[in-house]
T-cell receptor
Framework: SAVISQKPSRDICQRGTSLTIQCQVD?????MFWYRQQPGQSLTLIAT?????????ESGFVIDKFPISRPNLTFSTLTVSNMSPEDSSIYLC?????????????FGSGTRLTVV | AQSVAQPEDQVNVAEGNPLTVKCTYS??????LFWYVQYPNRGLQFLLK??????LVKGSYGFEAEFNKSQTSFHLKKPSALVSDSALYFC????????????FGGGTRLMVKP
């Protein structure tokens, strides 16, 4: 199955600044998904990143706040812009992982963001 | 629209007793269903899935889940709970549209007491 390297694993940031999170996959994948997990909550999809086109954002998430890049089939970044304490969450990337014999999803280890 | 419901925020069970964590879903087409577990300060770990085939699915750490199409349920079960099973459990369903993303339930905190 695919392996995702996500970094940074955690960061503490000042309000008003931006943080870029990177996900590198060890195989080519069509779509990458970015999720947010607020403290004590479930995972909420932020956007789907498809190589060569603009990301598709879910309701409640906008490109100006969470710009996403997808320069190739193995890499994506999510930026959390103009951060406020409400952005303190775990951010995860994920890919659909399909082979001839197996199907599932692989998740990065997550980025724990604290905004102060 | 796809959705997943986990009706219990928390499930408490004594060690050695059977446990059930409930999940119901709503999805167009055939459901692809998943269970994940999250331990404190740890990443998301895959437990098991239902894609097709037998309704009873066996997964990691002795967990199993039963797919029930008529009740649109996919409850997670374990015959004998361990204190180390205490964690946050998420049910998820794949959306059957252009995105194929996972939609997660709200999560259920399992507390196993000695």
């Amino acid at each position: 199955s695919a392996v995702i390297s996500q970094k940074p694993s955690r960061d503490i940031c000042q309000r008003g600044t931006s943080l870029t999170i990177q996900c590198q996959v060890d195989s080519q994948v069509t779509m990458m998904f970015w999720y947010r997990q607020q403290p004590g909550q479930s995972l909420t999809l932020i956007a789907t990143a498809n190589q060569g086109s603009e990301a598709t954002y879910e309701s409640g998430f906008v490109i100006d706040k969470f710009p996403i890049s997808r320069p190739n089939l193995t890499f994506s970044t999510l930026t959390v812009s103009n951060m406020s304490p409400e952005d303190s969450s775990i951010y995860l990337c994920s890919v659909e992982d399909s082979t001839e014999t197996n199907y599932g999803y692989t998740f990065g280890s997550g980025t724990r963001l604290t905004v102060v | 629209a796809q959705s997943v419901a986990q009706p219990e925020d928390q499930v408490n069970v004594a060690e050695g007793n059977p446990l059930t964590v409930k999940c119901t879903y709503s999805v167009s087409g055939n459901p692809y269903l998943f269970w994940y577990v999250q331990y404190p300060n740890r990443g998301l770990q895959f437990l098991l899935k239902y894609i097709t085939g037998d309704n009873l699915v066996k997964g990691s750490y002795g967990f199993e889940a039963e797919f029930n199409k008529s009740q649109t349920s996919f409850h997670l079960k374990k015959p004998s709970a361990l204190v180390s099973d205490s964690a946050l459990y998420f049910c998820a369903v794949r959306t059957n549209n252009a995105g194929n993303m996972l939609t997660f339930g709200g999560g259920t905190r399992l507390m196993v007491k000695p």
